[in-house]
């Protein structure tokens, strides 16, 4: 799904969709938009973030995270400046491109987000059991099994941990979870990947503090040691 209210922007979009085999559809506004998600198996939606006083700001990206949690989301904007990448992807878009954006990166992308989504969809109704903690990947839930307290995680923080347990007891790099949860390349300077560890690794040990889940492997990334039950 194409969300622009700009027409021939989000014809000439679809141009180059169509070709390579995706099937498409547009919406100008938002109520389209909504009413396109109730009556069709969308996806992924690609967002022209440029028209936030229309109602295609961040408040509608958040709302599509907490009804379609399995959609994928795209956003493309004219704003480079970290704050408002930073913003989109908190907001639980899977992605953020800077206009003008190369319609071969687009469609790499694009590929690169739906194989992941497939894969899992492919897990969606199986649950994970580590170390006293239960996942739940349809509800997006975690639960302290022992009292049934639900463990808050925010989206990227809840996306990070899925990560990690789905490549538990492997070491998984810096680079890898920040492009699978922040949609972006990780750098020296960039912190976001280890405050969202931080933070995970704060909530676990409210429950299970004897149990050190999440290891830093020094220069290279984190390793999540379980045992899987």
Not at 24 to 32: I, K, P, S
Request: some cysteine; overall charge positive; proline content about 3%.
């Amino acid at each position: 799904m194409i969300l622009d209210s700009d027409y021939r922007r989000a014809v000439t979009l679809e141009s180059h969709l169509i070709p390579a085999s995706f099937h498409t559809l547009r919406a100008a506004h938002v109520e389209d938009a909504k009413s396109l998600l109730r009556t069709h198996p969308i996806k992924l939606a690609i967002l022209n973030q440029d028209h936030g006083s229309n109602g295609h700001g961040y408040e509608y990206i958040r709302f599509m995270r907490e009804h379609y949690p399995d959609l994928g989301i795209i956003i493309l904007s004219e704003d480079s400046s970290p704050l408002d990448r930073a913003l989109g992807i908190e907001m639980g878009a899977d992605d953020f491109l800077v206009k003008p954006v190369d319609i071969r990166e687009l469609m790499a992308r694009i590929r690169r987000l739906l194989e992941r989504l497939t894969v899992s969809s492919f897990y969606l109704d199986k649950g994970i059991n580590f170390s006293g903690f239960g996942l739940d990947r349809k509800k997006r839930e975690v639960t302290w099994i022992a009292s049934g307290n639900k463990v808050h995680f925010t989206n990227r923080e809840f996306d990070m941990l899925l990560c990690l347990l789905e490549n538990a007891n492997r070491v998984v790099g810096r680079n890898t979870l920040a492009h699978v949860v922040c949609g972006r390349s990780w750098h020296a300077e960039d912190r976001s990947v280890d405050v969202t560890i931080s933070s995970i690794r704060c909530k676990l040990r409210q429950y299970n503090p004897a149990d050190t889940l999440i290891r830093s492997i020094r220069g290279t990334g984190y390793s999540l040691i379980i045992r899987h039950e």
